[in-house]
């Protein structure tokens, strides 16, 4: 994200404000207690730019669409802003998974593995916590216009936590696509075409997933291409 901040004359006490909070807020991502999408050491290029999209989807007030973005406070504030969000809902949901019966025996070994799990997610959220304090602290150090564009950026993002643990209620339509891809790469590999593709998503969404043209679309966006069925060989 540092490489998208620049500075001309007079923008270097914003330039490092700008930067140590890009390099926190990365830090603080490296903490997730867990990959949020599950991927092989072979996957083809496609994942990789889904995994991609999937960011910009949950980043929706950062708009970090074009990748010639430049930081700006206002943006810098929507991103962290998103994270801390997704930080109360993420421990919103584990507490409420946590406190559902399991109805199988535990064993002690993966009582451990939780045990470890919930406190790798402690310091995560912890973390992130004192990001948004140093951020919130660190703004009111700028200009007004700055702090002013920080704190409507942030607002932006932290207003936007899902309402629910469902795809549906954690993005668009996109978002459920975007998911569908990745998590049924194999199945995605064994289609013929974009046709077939869409046909397959319509059956899993219904309506939400939308025309052909937009699936064309969302595949040339990612580069996946599908093999085009070919003629039987003469025997």
């Known amino acids: 994200?540092?490489?998208?901040i620049k500075a001309s004359d007079g923008e270097q006490r914003r330039k490092k404000w700008l930067m140590r909070l890009a390099d926190e807020f990365e830090k603080v991502e490296k903490m997730l207690p867990a990959n949020f999408v599950p991927k092989a050491s072979n996957c083809p290029p496609w994942?990789?730019?889904v995994e991609r999209e999937l960011s910009l989807v949950l980043l929706p007030a950062a708009n970090l669409r074009d990748a010639n973005y430049v930081i700006t406070?206002?943006?810098m504030g929507a991103v962290i802003g998103h994270g801390c969000a997704m930080a109360v809902w993420m421990m919103e949901w584990f507490n409420s998974e946590s406190q559902k019966p399991v109805g199988v025996e535990v064993s002690e070994d993966d009582?451990?593995?939780?045990e470890g799990l919930n406190q790798t997610l402690l310091l995560w959220y912890q973390a992130a916590c004192r990001l948004a304090k140093l951020?919130?602290?660190?703004?009111v150090d700028q200009t007004y216009e700055d702090m002013r564009d920080f704190l409507l950026g942030y607002a932006d993002g932290f207003s936007r936590k899902p309402t629910g643990a469902k795809a549906s209620?954690?993005?668009s339509a996109t978002f459920e696509i975007y998911l569908f891809m990745v998590f049924h790469?194999?199945?995605i590999e064994r289609l013929d075409s974009v046709r077939q593709f869409?046909?397959?998503l319509t059956q899993t969404f219904g309506p939400r997933v939308g025309d052909l043209k937009r699936v064309e679309k969302i595949c040339q966006r990612i580069g996946l291409s599908f093999r085009k069925p070919g003629r039987p060989k003469k025997v």
């Open 47 to 49: 994942v990789e730019r």
């Open 198 to 200: 869409h046909a397959t």
């Open 73 to 75: 406070p206002k943006r």
């Open 135 to 139: 951020s919130l602290c660190a703004c």
């Open 1 to 4: 994200m540092s490489e998208h």
């Open 185 to 187: 790469q194999p199945l």
């Open 111 to 114: 009582l451990k593995k939780g």
């Open 169 to 171: 209620e954690m993005g």
